[in-house]
């Protein structure tokens, strides 16, 4: 018997109004992994993470978290949970410091233990009071994950976090996603496939609104091999 | 002659920094709902009424405007609560033109609400404070300076809540993005109703301190309007210091152009309204506009 499924997918269908954008989703996260899903523009990836993060109403199906219903939840009740999104534009608040961001998420979850963040991120310590416009895209990057990891969330859900940043950037990201997964499970969509293949245990390929495969040997995740699905 | 000229100019722009302060509690209120939930609150000007009427009643009851004053906020407290979460809360996702019509619903619904309790004859409220301080050698009332010292003081209060309390950042992040403040894990619901009632009260508290200076009339609320979005359009909207700003530039356009030619204190505020919007389309702080 393994490790019981800390999301579950069952069934998912979502549309844009009468454009239907995700075709019965089926697939799972379980505690501590790394998952991604890979697919081109417009494959229905971030439509999907946001179905998951109850930011999307979909159409029909269901997801549970940690064995509660999340289909009909309120996102702020969801990201309580501790099922945390991660937006890919890269945007914190401009108008606040990097404080008054860390204060809004501890305001939020009621984690007032910044240590972790500074912890995977110390920049973060010294651009305190820094606000959000004056910040690169990586640190706007460690921003959005240190806001998204107080309140010790089990999981993380980011859209792609690789997007704009310099290639340093992305090897110091591969690090922090493995360090963070000893605390909760992350699922990152993205179309950098050397990102993928040096962070992910598990690849859902995603197609047209479907999941065409699903891959677990970690010498087709490393040689990229899914990309024959896409 | 000099010196009557003096004077008059002095109390013209007492008057116009007075009428500033009475603009800006009523549109500090409209920004802030536009700037956070993206609704023209039109319903605004039915609590800027219903604040003046209601401190007529409670000063002619106990006496006490001040008593009437708190009377008043508290009252609209509780209708702007009702409303927002019976009513305007169901557009706050729709375009901004759903939130015009049914809050201007509400102002008229509300408006015939004040004529059937208050009937149409309007109503005069006693100024609470007496007197006259002397300015250069000119006595202006001590009241008018009241108001611009209350204005003043609530424009720091309202800065101080947005930028130093945990309430207030939140609603600045919402200002600036109200999907990623729930993606946090902030109620953003809870934060569209404490800004609504912060308005709404803000709204009541310039009806009653304008009550003095004016009959208390059920269309009081119909009268101000232009007056009023000229403050928030040339300010900006959403912004809470350019609507400051823009208060002065037009208390003291209205005031300066009566003194001039009357006529001009109506015409003049558009005219420099259309120069500003020519040159700055945003108004003077406003930032981009953003459909949400």
């Known amino acids: 018997m393994g490790m019981p499924n800390i999301v579950e997918v069952k069934n998912l269908n979502a549309a844009y109004g009468q454009s239907k954008v995700l075709f019965d989703i089926n697939l799972h996260i379980k505690p501590n992994e790394r998952v991604a899903i890979v697919g081109r523009n417009g494959a229905g990836k971030t439509t999907l993470q946001k179905c998951i993060a109850s930011l999307l109403h979909p159409t029909s199906g269901s997801v549970v978290y940690d064995g509660t219903e999340l289909v009909g939840k309120q996102p702020y009740e969801v990201a309580r949970m501790g099922l945390k999104y991660i937006d890919q534009d890269k945007h914190v608040f401009l108008d606040l410091t990097v404080r008054e961001n860390l204060e809004l998420s501890s305001y939020a979850t009621g984690d007032y233990e910044w240590d972790k963040v500074f912890e995977h991120f110390p920049k973060l310590k010294i651009l305190i009071d820094r606000k959000g416009a004056y910040l690169s895209g990586g640190e706007r990057q460690m921003l959005m994950i240190g806001r998204a990891i107080l309140g010790d969330p089990k999981v993380l859900l980011v859209d792609e976090p690789t997007e704009g940043l310099a290639p340093s950037i992305v090897d110091d990201l591969v690090t922090t996603f493995h360090e963070l997964s000893r605390d909760c499970a992350i699922m990152t969509v993205g179309q950098n496939l050397s990102f993928v293949s040096r962070v992910a245990e598990r690849v859902y390929a995603m197609k047209e609104g479907r999941l065409v495969a699903e891959i677990t040997d970690e010498a087709e995740i490393k040689n990229n091999s899914y990309c024959e699905y896409l | ?127 609470p404070i007496a007197g006259r301080v002397m300015i250069l050698g000119t006595g202006v009332p001590t009241y008018r300076i009241f108001v611009i010292a209350l204005a003043i003081v609530v424009y720091f209060a309202v800065q101080y809540f947005l930028n130093k309390t945990i309430l207030g950042t939140a609603i600045r992040a919402g200002i600036d993005d109200a999907e990623k403040v729930k993606a946090l894990g902030i109620n953003i619901s809870r934060l569209f109703t404490v800004t609504f009632i912060l308005s709404s009260v803000l709204s009541a508290l310039a009806g009653v301190i304008h009550a003095p200076f004016v009959m208390v009339s059920p269309e009081m609320g119909m009268t101000i309007t232009a007056f009023a979005f000229m403050v928030v359009i040339i300010g900006g909207l959403g912004s809470i210091k350019g609507t400051m700003v823009s208060a002065l530039i037009v208390g003291q356009v209205v005031s300066l152009g009566a003194l001039i030619w009357a006529p001009l204190a109506e015409m003049a505020p558009f005219l420099v309204m259309i120069i500003i919007l020519l040159i700055k389309p945003t108004g003077l702080y406003g930032s981009k506009l953003m459909h949400r």
């Not at chain 2, 004053?69 to 759903?98: C, D, Q, T």
């Open chain 2, 1 to 127: 002659m000099i010196k009557m000229n003096m004077q008059l100019l002095i109390s013209a722009i007492v008057l116009g920094l007075s009428m500033s302060g009475v603009y800006f509690l009523l549109t500090v209120g409209l920004s802030l709902c536009y700037g956070l939930m993206r609704i023209i609150s039109l319903d605004q000007f039915f609590y800027y009424a219903l604040g003046a009427y209601m401190v007529y009643t409670i000063t002619s009851l106990t006496g006490s405007f001040w008593l009437g004053m708190i009377g008043a906020m508290l009252a609209v407290l509780v209708v702007a609560f009702v409303v927002e979460r019976l009513i305007n809360k169901r557009v706050y996702s729709k375009p901004v033109m759903f939130s015009m019509i049914l809050t201007f619903g509400v102002n008229l619904m509300g408006v015939g609400l004040i004529k059937y309790v208050w009937g149409l004859t309007p109503k005069p409220v006693a100024s």
